[in-house]
């Protein structure tokens, strides 16, 4: 649900029981605080901060600042989302009008995205070993290439 990567961070959010369901058709015009996964398919008018993940379906709507481990949008959100140690993922028929705080972020074709995406826990030794294994790679395409001239 948030990626095609598995890892055991995610297996445990996607094992996660929902606790919380908002109903098509609802509306809460006010905050939302819940310690459980939350599922939204009503609408909200308020700031929503949910401590597991929170699932936004297609008839879902918030109109509000979001604060959750893991966002998953698949309907409409109208403020800022943040997930700073977890992702986002923003799905074919999801619309974020908004700015995004987040460790990983996913956003399918065909979404919409209108604000700017700050990404966090970002290693500055990871731009190192990348650099490290495209000069490896170079170096064995280069040996590679030699020993074939060689034969």
Known sequence: MFGN????TEDNT???QVGTIIGPGAVIDGPLT??????ID????GNVT???ALIIGQEGKVIG???ALNVYVAGE???NITASQGKIEISDTGRVIGDITCKGIIIDENAVFQGKCEMTGIDKNSAEVAKERAVADKESSNASA???ENK
């Open 5 to 8: 990567k598995k890892d055991s």
């Open 14 to 16: 996607l094992l996660e």
């Open 34 to 39: 819940t310690k459980d996964s939350t599922r």
């Open 42 to 45: 009503g609408t909200i008018k």
């Open 50 to 52: 949910v401590s597991g």
């Open 65 to 67: 600042t979001i604060s």
């Open 77 to 79: 959100v109208n403020g």
């Open 146 to 148: 030699s020993e074939e």
